[in-house]
């Protein structure tokens, strides 16, 4: 990535003015940068559905290049069954992403995404909200600035994998049975207090 483009960035970061920045320069694979671009690829394609929360658009059974790229997509949109070196989401909402495997997996500016039944290498996540990830597993995982994330019956790294910065509520499920020994615990205690008096 060129310097310019690194200092546009991190001002675009900033200021929050994601959608005025111009991607082409970047070093990477396949760029869909717009809600028309990912429009046209479906036309091309013959690929179903119609952007829409009751029929968002299907994207699997095609060729896609090893490094992927998606900027402002905000129709609703499934990516499903694929293996990818890297996948960039980038102020993205309304997708999901179903059984895939990357090596690198990461979010910037998005919301309210669905990541399942996915392998991941390395998840990086910055300044991510309303993401739900379901049944995935994480080798690595980077959050930056990402709140209100959930994740139901994943896999996590060992906890010297987890690296966050200025995290706030995401939710992760603690197994049942820690709730059912502080509930054994209590009434444990209970009983011993009871036979003390």
């Known amino acids: 990535m060129f310097e310019e483009d690194r200092k546009k960035l991190k001002k675009m970061l900033d200021s929050g003015e994601y959608e005025y920045f111009n991607f082409s320069r ?6 869909i940068e717009t809600n028309e671009k990912l429009e046209e690829l479906i036309e091309d394609k ?4 119609q952007g829409t929360i009751s029929n968002p658009y299907i994207i699997e059974k095609i060729e896609l290049p090893r490094e992927y790229f998606l900027s402002n997509i905000t129709v609703y949109s499934a990516f499903r069954n694929y293996h990818l070196d890297k996948l960039d989401l ?7 992403i179903e059984n895939c495997k990357f090596e690198k997996l990461t979010i910037t500016r998005c919301k309210n995404l669905q990541i399942i039944n996915c392998e991941i290498n390395i ?10 990830f379901n049944q995935t597993s994480f080798r ?3 959050r930056d600035y990402s709140d ?8 996590f790294p060992e906890q010297n994998q987890i690296f966050d910065n200025f995290m706030k509520q995401n939710i992760v499920p603690r197994p049942k049975i820690f709730f059912f020994l502080i509930i054994a615990s209590l009434i444990a205690i209970i009983f011993i207090f009871l036979q003390l008096n």
């Open 90 to 96: 980038f102020g993205c909402k309304n997708i999901s």
């Open 148 to 155: 209100n994330n959930g994740y139901e019956k994943c896999l």
């Open 26 to 31: 970047m070093e990477r694979g396949v760029d």
């Open 140 to 142: 690595k995982i980077y």
């Open 46 to 49: 013959s690929l179903q559905g």
């Open 123 to 132: 998840l990086n996540l910055n300044r991510v909200k309303n993401c739900q």
